[in-house]
């Protein structure tokens, strides 16, 4: 029998010796790894729940290097495919002093950039940097930071309900939502359906790409709060759509971020590859580990990239939620761990460090009041009779990024003021904060954390989303609370619940873009630039084009 490629290959972490390239296929069987001509890597696959995968380690590579590979299964080759119109994909090895280039977007609906789907979703960004990277030659480090809601678990579109429908008709009845994903084989399709369009498909196998998720990989307002948490448990089939849901994702997306070092290290690694048969059993017992005790596992990731630090954080699975005593860090977006891990790693040292947190650590301001607010409230600040209204605010207005967490602002807030001081070692040319979520894309400053003038520069930039554009209605309610007007209603309601100043001080340049957008962001020793693209003139084989250009 003749085994074929079912998703994949996908180019992962990337070293300056290493590279990782993942694959599922239909049926067990070898992997082989083909760079420029030599046989570099081999893997036999593993299985989870009746699908079957491979993590390929490349080793010895030279430093800087972008040479073709092909994939093998057993004898046969199936990567490149026969008659792609696309060039050789590539393996890319860093080069730790060459500039460094970032892609960066999240909340992606795939389309395949259909008339119909363009009309609700916009064009599709990921497509869309595809074909400008098929004539577009990449000089120096290039990497692509998928940062939250990769696959949209429960906003589904025609093609999976249609599975969906199909799937389930045979199966008993086990209350599960018509509409949305819970087993483990919906996710490995609701993956399949995401990567599989050809242009798509060619990127990721191509550009070395890092992954954390956010809610709708596993549910919208995952982890919103103890009430959200609390109801959600009530639901019979939510037990089953978490467990497959982190199990999913630790096969498609996290297995694939760590170093060999780091791999060699991971408990689950080891007793996949361990088992005999299907190790189902073993990632749903980390699954479920990991949605009870979110200390029991990490799934923030750091890569240093020559003088570039990149930090991708969960700021998701891991959140404290106690609502009792916010100020002690009973709630925070990181948990205890989480902080600690970030803290150990804001060091100076590298000339840029880059926080990747799916949910904006600072939003337009008069948000980031009213979500400071709303926890105070949720908290008691208001007495008890307000609690409960202002936890269905919560839920209903989304209230629940780093303002929302004020003991996590603050202390993230002190933690990167001590680096812009040089009080952790040498002062960085600059902290960025790189996320997504909200669906509009901006660049917010920071301003006076104490370092001399000309230090370091601390900036959040926003790139979201990468096809799932805001409806007009809410382009105008987003509008509104950038204004002046609204800005002063919400510093006024979080000084009357009392919530102490967070330390940091910022302002959006510029206007929001409510469009379609992905980001990068350059490195050139000290000096960094920021560009957004967009796709204004839509298509299917249209060329994205510049839509802003900042020095950070």
Same mark, same amino acid.
């Given at each position: 029998?003749?085994?074929?490629?079912?998703?994949?290959?996908?180019?992962?972490?990337?070293?300056?010796?290493?590279?990782?390239?993942?694959?599922?296929?239909?049926?067990?069987?070898?992997?082989?790894?083909?760079?420029?001509?030599?046989?570099?890597?081999?893997?036999?696959?593993?299985?989870?729940?009746?699908?079957?995968?491979?993590?390929?380690?490349?080793?010895?590579?030279?430093?800087?290097?972008?040479?073709?590979?092909?994939?093998?299964?057993?004898?046969?080759?199936?990567?490149?495919?026969?008659?792609?119109?696309?060039?050789?994909?590539?393996?890319?090895?860093?080069?730790?002093?060459?500039?460094?280039?970032?892609?960066?977007?999240?909340?992606?609906?795939?389309?395949?950039?259909?008339?119909?789907?363009?009309?609700?979703?916009?064009?599709?960004?990921?497509?869309?940097?595809?074909?400008?990277?098929?004539?577009?030659?990449?000089?120096?480090?290039?990497?692509?930071?998928?940062?939250?809601?990769?696959?949209?678990?429960?906003?589904?579109?025609?093609?999976?309900?249609?599975?969906?429908?199909?799937?389930?008709?045979?199966?008993?009845?086990?209350?599960?939502?018509?509409?949305?994903?819970?087993?483990?084989?919906?996710?490995?399709?609701?993956?399949?359906?995401?990567?599989?369009?050809?242009?798509?498909?060619?990127?990721?196998?191509?550009?070395?790409?890092?992954?954390?998720?956010?809610?709708?990989?596993?549910?919208?307002?995952?982890?919103?709060?103890?009430?959200?948490?609390?109801?959600?448990?009530?639901?019979? $089939?939510?037990?089953? /759509?978490? +467990?497959? !849901?982190?199990?999913?994702?630790? #096969?498609?997306?996290? =297995?694939?971020? &760590?170093? *060999?070092?780091?791999?060699?290290?991971?408990?689950?690694?080891?007793?996949?590859?361990?088992?005999?048969?299907?190790?189902?059993?073993?990632?749903?017992?980390?699954?479920?580990?990991?949605?009870?005790?979110?200390?029991?596992?990490?799934?923030?990731?750091?890569?240093?990239?020559?003088?570039?630090?990149?930090?991708?954080?969960?700021?998701?699975?891991?959140?404290?939620?106690?609502?009792?005593?916010?100020?002690?860090?009973?709630?925070?977006?990181?948990?205890?761990?989480?902080?600690? $891990?970030?803290?150990? /790693?804001? +060091?100076? !040292?590298?000339?840029?460090?880059? #926080?990747?947190?799916? =949910?904006?650590? &600072?939003? *337009?301001?008069?948000?980031?009041?009213?979500?400071?607010?709303?926890?105070?409230?949720?908290?008691?600040?208001?007495?008890?009779?307000?609690?409960?209204?202002?936890?269905?605010?919560?839920?209903?207005?989304?209230?629940?990024?780093?303002?929302?967490?004020?003991?996590?602002?603050?202390?993230?807030?002190?933690?990167?003021?001590?680096?812009?001081?040089?009080?952790?070692?040498?002062?960085?040319?600059?902290?960025?904060?790189?996320?997504?979520?909200?669906?509009?894309?901006?660049?917010?400053?920071?301003?006076?954390?104490?370092?001399?003038?000309?230090?370091?520069?601390?900036?959040?930039?926003?790139?979201?989303? &990468?096809?799932?554009?805001?409806?007009?209605?809410?382009?105008?309610?987003?509008?509104?609370?950038?204004?002046?007007?609204?800005?002063?209603?919400?510093?006024?309601?979080?000084?009357?619940?009392?919530?102490?100043?967070?330390?940091?001080?910022?302002?959006?340049?510029?206007?929001?873009?409510?469009?379609?957008?992905?980001?990068?962001?350059?490195?050139?020793?000290?000096?960094?630039?920021?560009?957004?693209?967009?796709?204004?003139?839509?298509?299917?084989?249209?060329?994205?084009?510049?839509?802003?250009?900042?020095?950070?």
């Amino acid at each position: 029998m003749t085994v074929s490629l079912r998703l994949g290959p996908l180019l992962r972490h990337v070293g300056e010796t290493t590279a990782t390239v993942w694959v599922e296929t239909d049926a067990p069987c070898h992997v082989r790894i083909r760079v420029d001509g030599e046989v570099t890597a081999t893997a036999a696959t593993f299985t989870v729940h009746g699908h079957h995968y491979a993590v390929c380690e490349i080793e010895g590579l030279p430093s800087g290097s972008a040479l073709p590979y092909e994939v093998y299964l057993d004898d046969d080759r199936v990567w490149p495919e026969p008659h792609s119109a696309f060039p050789p994909s590539v393996v890319r090895t860093v080069d730790p002093q060459a500039p460094t280039h970032l892609l960066y977007g999240s909340c992606r609906t795939p389309t395949g950039d259909a008339p119909e789907g363009v009309v609700r979703y916009g064009p599709d960004m990921l497509r869309a940097t595809a074909r400008r990277l098929v004539g577009e030659p990449v000089e120096g480090n290039l990497l692509l930071l998928l940062i939250g809601d990769q696959v949209y678990a429960d906003e589904i579109q025609e093609p999976m309900r249609a599975f969906l429908a199909r799937t389930r008709s045979a199966a008993p009845d086990d209350g599960a939502p018509a509409d949305e994903v819970v087993h483990y084989d919906e996710y490995a399709e609701l993956y399949r359906q995401a990567w599989i369009d050809p242009q798509v498909r060619w990127l990721l196998s191509t550009v070395p790409t890092l992954m954390v998720f956010d809610d709708h990989d596993v549910r919208d307002d995952w982890n919103t709060s103890a009430a959200w948490r609390g109801a959600m448990d009530e639901r019979p $089939w939510w037990r089953a /759509r978490v +467990t497959n !849901g982190l199990g999913a994702y630790w #096969v498609y997306q996290h =297995v694939g971020n &760590l170093s *060999p070092a780091r791999r060699e290290k991971d408990p689950l690694w080891a007793r996949v590859r361990e088992a005999r048969g299907d190790a189902a059993e073993a990632v749903d017992d980390l699954a479920r580990r990991a949605h009870d005790d979110p200390s029991s596992y990490r799934w923030s990731h750091q890569h240093d990239v020559g003088p570039v630090r990149i930090l991708m954080a969960d700021t998701r699975c891991a959140r404290a939620l106690d609502e009792e005593a916010p100020a002690s860090g009973s709630r925070s977006i990181l948990g205890a761990e989480g902080h600690e $891990w970030l803290d150990e /790693r804001l +060091t100076g !040292g590298p000339d840029h460090v880059v #926080v990747a947190s799916t =949910v904006p650590v &600072l939003l *337009p301001p008069a948000v980031q009041y009213l979500e400071a607010w709303n926890e105070a409230v949720c908290a008691g600040a208001w007495g008890q009779a307000a609690r409960g209204p202002a936890e269905r605010l919560r839920q209903a207005l989304d209230l629940e990024h780093w303002g929302a967490f004020q003991y996590s602002l603050r202390r993230l807030a002190a933690g990167v003021g001590e680096l812009a001081r040089g009080e952790r070692g040498p002062a960085p040319a600059t902290v960025l904060l790189l996320s997504g979520d909200v669906h509009f894309s901006y660049l917010a400053r920071v301003r006076g954390l104490g370092g001399a003038e000309g230090a370091t520069r601390v900036t959040q930039l926003v790139s979201s989303p &990468l096809c799932n554009q805001l409806p007009v209605k809410l382009r105008r309610m987003a509008r509104l609370s950038i204004s002046r007007p609204f800005h002063l209603a919400g510093r006024i309601l979080s000084g009357l619940a009392r919530v102490p100043r967070s330390g940091l001080r910022w302002s959006l340049e510029g206007r929001p873009y409510f469009g379609n957008t992905i980001g990068e962001v350059s490195f050139d020793g000290r000096a960094a630039e920021a560009v957004w693209y967009h796709h204004p003139d839509g298509g299917p084989d249209a060329l994205p084009r510049v839509q802003t250009r900042i020095a950070v």
